[in-house]
């Protein structure tokens, strides 16, 4: 059974960070593409940042581009989201995907595997 599991979320003032963690078990991590997508009340669930496992190959929303950096750590088959310089409009649920296809950022659709999301709150 395939689990994600995130931590990391949490409230913070504008220009503020916070590094989200993703563990992802009982999945082949290694030919894994994972993602991160967030949700702001009454949106839709946009693309975040995406990591091919085996690669390393890296793809960041132009919304986050300079201020978020997604990393991995094989040994614990783990990707994080490390966000600097927050802002308000970054404030959403963040969702953790998976698959082993990486479908890049433009839609959460065909993405198999979800965490249960954490929330991160932006104030000005």
């Known amino acids: 059974q395939v689990q994600l599991v995130e931590s990391g979320g949490g409230s913070v003032q504008a220009g503020g960070s916070l590094r989200l963690s993703c563990a992802a078990f009982g999945y082949t991590y290694s030919s894994t593409c994972m993602a991160w997508f967030r949700q702001a009340p009454g949106k839709q669930r946009e693309g975040v940042a995406v990591m091919r496992i085996d690669t390393g190959n890296t793809n960041y929303a132009d919304s986050v581009k300079g201020r978020f950096t997604i990393s991995q750590d094989n040994a614990k088959n783990t990707v994080y989201l490390q966000m600097n310089s927050l802002k308000p409009e970054d404030s959403a649920t963040y969702y953790c995907?998976?698959?082993?296809?990486?479908?890049?950022?433009?839609?959460?659709?065909?993405?198999?595997?979800w965490g249960q999301g954490t929330q991160v709150t932006v104030s000005s």
């Open positions: 995907a998976a698959d082993s296809v990486c479908y890049g950022l433009y839609s959460a659709e065909p993405y198999r595997y």
